[in-house]
């Protein structure tokens, strides 16, 4: 081994001495994920869920990709018939609430439809930079705001094992709707015990009765950072 010298005898190389070789270079840590929520046609202008100006926040978002570890797009993706929709209720309407097995239930529009023009992602929504494609709502009896767990809160999507087997720790998520798949989203990964930012400038909100504030209090409460 090298040693040093010094009046007294020779002292071995101290331990903390590094190879220059791994000075030279250190892998980086590839942590951080975008999780990209439901940036479909139905969502946007023109959809049968329509958000507003929920198509302005698509070039922000393929401008963030690059800045990520990994990309994350999920996509709602429902049967004919589903039973979150109102059409399938007698005598119920869109926008009302009833009471599901799993809980209270907000009717929706016909919306995202498996393999029809409003379930595609916008078609300016860069896909090519996705690693993976989260689908949910595809259980007829159980809807699925979040990209982790369906509606009632069990029934896991598979997003948190791709991500810690990743090794990843950090989420940037952004998308539509704010007040509603993002925001149960985010409250679901903080409780996992994911570092969760929520974009605000790169999502926008339903507003159903309230619904935007009590999402905001949501995240905030669950620790998720607002940006």
């Not at 007698?90 to 907000?106: H, I, L, N, W």
């Not at 990209?147 to 069990?154: I, L, P, R, S, T």
């Not at 094992?161 to 007040?179: P, S």
């Amino acid at each position: 081994p090298m040693r040093r010298f010094r009046q007294g005898g020779a002292v071995p190389h101290p331990p903390c001495y590094v190879p220059w070789h791994k000075l030279a270079y250190e892998e980086p840590d590839m942590t951080h994920a975008l999780i990209v929520i439901d940036v479909q046609n139905d969502f946007c202008p023109g959809g049968a869920l329509a958000v507003t100006d929920g198509d302005a926040i698509v070039d922000g978002i393929n401008a963030l990709m690059g800045q990520a570890d990994a990309v994350v797009l999920t996509q709602d993706w429902h049967p004919a018939g589903h039973s979150s929709f109102a059409s399938s209720h007698a005598d119920k309407a869109p926008f009302e609430v009833t009471q599901m097995p799993y809980g209270a239930q907000v009717l929706w529009p016909d919306h995202c439809v498996q393999g029809s023009n409003g379930a595609a992602f916008h078609p300016r929504l860069d896909q090519t930079r996705a690693d993976m494609i989260i689908r949910k709502g595809y259980n007829p009896a159980i809807d699925s705001y979040s990209a982790f767990f369906e509606n009632d809160q069990k029934t896991p999507t598979g997003l948190e094992g791709y991500l810690r087997t990743r090794g990843i720790t950090k989420l940037t998520m952004v998308g539509l709707a704010l007040d509603f798949c993002v925001n149960f989203s985010a409250v679901d990964a903080a409780k996992l015990g994911f570092d969760v930012e929520v974009r605000l400038d790169l999502c926008r909100a339903i507003d159903l009765d309230g619904s935007l504030s009590a999402a905001r209090e949501a995240m905030t409460t669950a620790g998720v950072t607002l940006r």
